[in-house]
């Protein structure tokens, strides 16, 4: 584990030394900033609370997303792996919704819906509930068969049968789709944001590029992709490694 912190920091500090080389070559702070610049910048912002308040809705909405994302997709997916009917009924409507680019679905949800938050996280939910259902779809194809046909012996009730024989062996799937999703939705909603919304990072940014103020858009990117490694190294990691975990015992 310190093997690993410590190539990840070595790793961190490599990125930040391009980015060194990179502002001093440009010599512009107008154009690429030193890292060291950003700091006035970004005690501004979180001082004034607009930070803080601008993470928390992008936030809100990234795990509203990603929450109905996983539970259509789990169960879509489930359904098609285990139902080889469903599967070629539905297999062309997942190949469409995989292929249609993101933007398209953004601007049809925010025409048929409103420049509004339901259509905001309708726009990001359909972006990626159909990654996580080919997932888990693999994960459903995958299941062990004599275990299936253990639970039928024993006449397993469905959810002690959802509980103790399919979930264990669909995790690392789930937590592998879970992984993905967060990478995806969270750059979506800045799209989302970006384009129809009062609030937000995507928002922030939007402004600030009218304003050709390179600073504070890289004070918000960053912010949030710092928000994101957090989420990712402290929740979903760990999580990915207790779902594996049984497969090594």
């Known amino acids: 584990m310190a093997s690993r912190g410590l190539g990840t920091a070595v790793s961190l500090g490599g990125l930040a030394a391009l980015w060194i080389i ?3 070559l440009s010599d512009d702070a107008s154009v690429l900033p030193q890292p060291w610049q950003l700091l006035p910048a970004f005690l501004r912002a979180l001082g004034s609370g607009e930070l803080g308040f601008h993470l928390g809705m992008t936030l809100m909405r990234v795990v509203c997303s990603f929450g109905l994302a996983m539970s259509v997709g789990i169960a879509l997916g ?6 080889p009917r469903l599967d070629r009924w539905l297999d ?3 190949v469409v919704f995989l292929n249609l680019p993101a933007l398209v679905l953004i601007v049809l949800c925010y025409l ?11 726009a990001v939910t359909l972006n990626k509930i159909p990654n996580v259902a080919t997932v888990i779809r693999e994960g459903a194809r ?3 068969p004599g275990l299936d046909a253990m639970a039928g012996i024993y006449r397993m009730p469905f959810l002690r049968r959802m509980r103790h024989v399919v979930l264990p062996q669909l995790a690392p799937f789930i937590t592998a789709s879970a992984r993905s999703g967060v ?5 979506i909603v800045l799209v989302v944001e970006f384009l129809g ?3 937000g990072v995507g928002f922030q940014i939007h402004l600030y590029f009218q304003l050709f103020d390179v600073a504070m858009v890289l004070v918000y990117a960053f912010s949030f992709i710092a928000v994101m490694l957090a989420v990712e190294w402290l929740a979903l990691q760990p999580l990915e490694r207790r779902a594996s975990r049984w497969r090594q015992t």
């Open 92 to 94: 062309p409507w997942l």
């Open 142 to 144: 995958a299941l062990d």
């Open 22 to 24: 990179a502002a001093t």
């Open 183 to 187: 990478a995806v939705i969270w750059k």
């Open 78 to 83: 489930l359904a098609m792996g285990r139902l």
């Open 197 to 199: 919304r009062s609030n």
């Open 112 to 122: 048929w819906i409103g420049l509004t938050e339901t259509a905001a996280i309708v």
